[in-house]
């Protein structure tokens, strides 16, 4: 009987599963937890699929973040609130790194908006997921960070110059761009 139960309940949980991010997913286009009749969570992800829940969890104190106190690990180099580098520490425990654009042809220069010029995309890369970002990562639900899983390495481009970095990826590149 016990066992016929935990089939019942399995197939249960599957269902409410399905039918939460059916709904889900014709409501929000982002993660959501979800809490299960019997405690666990799960994420339901915007492109249909589902993971158990499971905390992030980082070995760094983040009481001790001030505004302008930059980590060793970020570059160094501008001004910046505290918020700002929460989420770039954030971003680097996760595995998350920023190459700067950075000019493909000799006209090429920040700033120079000639549309003759050419660029190397700047990308997201994360090392511990081996995936790809054009964007800045969002942090979802799960306090997980999330790129749009589009990769621009080894891409050029026609346009003159690129935006001015943000804080973000000025913090989480190692070179090249200009202060933000």
Partial sequence: MSKN???KGQIV???IITILSLLHNNIIAQDQIVSLSDGRK???HSDKTWDYFKEVSYNFDFSKL???QIP???RQGISVDKQTLKNAVELYLQGWKYTMPRPKSKQACWGNYD???TWWNGYWYNSKTEKYSRSIPKKQANDYYYGDEQNDEGYWRNGGSPS???KIEWLLSTFGGVKP
């Fill in 115 to 117: 549309g003759r010029t």
């Fill in 66 to 68: 001030q505004d302008n």
């Fill in 5 to 7: 139960f935990s089939i």
């Fill in 42 to 44: 799960v994420v339901l």
């Fill in 164 to 166: 001015y970095p943000s």
């Fill in 13 to 15: 949980t599957m269902i």
């Fill in 72 to 74: 060793d690990f970020l």
